[in-house]
């Protein structure tokens, strides 16, 4: 069943790259649970090793369910192409190791996932590889850190924790003008708030643990290539024999035929399974978690035991006006961050909480808390926590989609009870 060109998201995300008449008439497709597939012949598996038949061989490499997400969020992000992985950091992993060779560098936002944080600043420097961390608001800043060893800019849409929104579209004009890829993990905005190729990027990427899925059941990460970056550039001359394979597509080829594959950070297509289920109620439940997130920010921020509510949804955000515009007035995401006294009120707080899950995620249609400071961020150097905005007396919330009122009330009788 050919996809039809829905317009409405909420649409697009429930009926784009179905096809039942493949699936048995079943509206999701089967799990391929197997490790390898049979062929018939001799000349048929040398002929699929060979590039020529695009059948599957061994699940590391290839798989059908794999594969209809792979075709799903490729359309959703406006994507030419995409593979997915075992994990958000498996998919960073990749992205940036094909473009990466020792001595290299690339340019990254100042406030990034902790992991991404770790791979970038602690991983890659045993390669000789340095990433040099920028304010992601400050477009000059970006401009002034390009030298000729520069491979790649990486930014979040939405930074995690810091909640800073930089301009997609300036990024990339100054990528560009300088012939280097824009990479954006997508992970807290979704293709529902904001589609980052549309803007200008070349290459999304996202942890579809998080709202993707949404029901904090399965990992996963996927790469996603717009196929519009130019790969025979000076600075890219390892890209020949994949822009001779695949045109359009080298980068993602890279990713796949010399990182993901070698590297077995292959996707469980159960879990692909499970985040296609999720997937057709993304758009719904994002919907309700930006409301939801909008009346928590303005509770806690005239709550009397709340010293600050960080939340691009609060007109106080630096980053609102940038939110507003580049993600079409359709609101400010799930997440926020809010400040108590200290670290031992944080916690009487998280104690005190009755429905709320305390645990490290985000993005699942539950509402989610931790305390940053103690937990993901336990083994970092003080002044690396001062310098990311990883303070003692901050709580991180991802607001859920339960009704408000009971968010708010768990919320206010945790705070009420503060020791
Ligand atoms: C923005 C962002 N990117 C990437 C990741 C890593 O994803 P995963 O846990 O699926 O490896 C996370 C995890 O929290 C994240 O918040």
Redesign the pocket.
């Known amino acids: 069943m050919p996809s039809a060109p829905f317009k409405n998201f909420h649409t697009r995300v429930i009926h784009e790259c179905q096809s039942p008449e493949n699936w048995d008439g079943a509206t999701l497709p089967p799990i391929y649970q197997s490790s390898a597939t049979a062929h018939a012949t001799a000349e048929s598996l040398s002929d699929t090793f060979g590039g020529k038949t695009g059948e599957h061989i061994y699940m590391r490499l290839t798989n059908p369910t794999n594969q209809v997400l792979e075709q799903k969020l490729a359309s959703l992000e406006s994507g030419a192409g995409a593979v997915v992985m075992s994990?958000?950091?498996?998919a960073?992993t990749n992205a940036c190791m094909a473009l990466l060779r020792a001595g290299d560098e690339f340019i990254c936002a100042n406030s990034l996932?902790m992991?991404?944080y770790v791979l970038f600043n602690n991983i890659f420097k045993k390669y000789n590889i340095s990433a040099k961390m920028v304010e992601a608001m400050d477009s000059d800043a970006i401009k002034q850190a390009i030298t000729p060893k520069t491979r790649f800019i990486y930014i979040?849409t939405i930074g995690?924790p810091k909640m800073d929104v930089a301009r997609i579209q300036d990024i990339a004009e100054i990528a560009h003008a300088n012939g280097l890829p824009l990479l954006v993990?997508n992970?807290?905005a979704t293709p529902y708030l904001c589609r980052p190729i549309e803007l200008g990027a070349d290459v999304v990427i996202h942890?579809?643990?998080?709202y993707l899925s949404g029901h904090g059941n399965a990992?996963?990460?996927v790469v996603i290539d717009s196929g519009k970056f130019d790969w025979s550039g000076e600075r890219y001359p390892d890209f020949k024999p994949f822009i001779d394979r695949k045109g359009a597509l080298a980068y993602l080829d890279k990713v796949w035929r010399e990182h993901h594959i070698n590297f077995g950070t292959t996707q469980a297509p159960l879990h692909s399974y499970l985040t296609l289920l999720g997937l057709d109620t993304l758009a719904l439940r994002m919907e309700r978690h930006v409301a939801n997130a909008t009346k928590v920010a303005q509770f806690l921020n005239t709550h009397p035991a709340v010293k600050w509510v960080n939340y691009p949804g609060l007109e106080t955000s630096p980053s609102h006006q940038t939110a507003k515009e580049q993600f079409g007035g359709l609101g400010f995401g799930g997440l926020l961050s809010f400040g108590l006294a200290d670290q031992q009120q944080c916690f009487s707080f998280i104690n005190n909480l009755k429905m709320i899950y305390h645990l490290a995620?985000?993005g699942d249609c539950k509402t989610l808390v931790i305390h940053p400071y103690s937990s993901q961020y336990l083994a970092f150097a003080e002044e690396i926590k001062q310098d990311i905005a990883i303070t003692p007396d901050l709580v991180r919330l991802s607001v859920g989609i339960e009704g408000v009122d009971d968010i708010c009330a768990d919320l206010d009788q945790a705070l009420q009870g503060l020791k």
């Open positions: 994990s958000g950091m498996a960073i996932f992991s991404t979040e995690n993990d992970t807290l942890s579809t643990t998080k990992t996963g990460g995620n985000l």
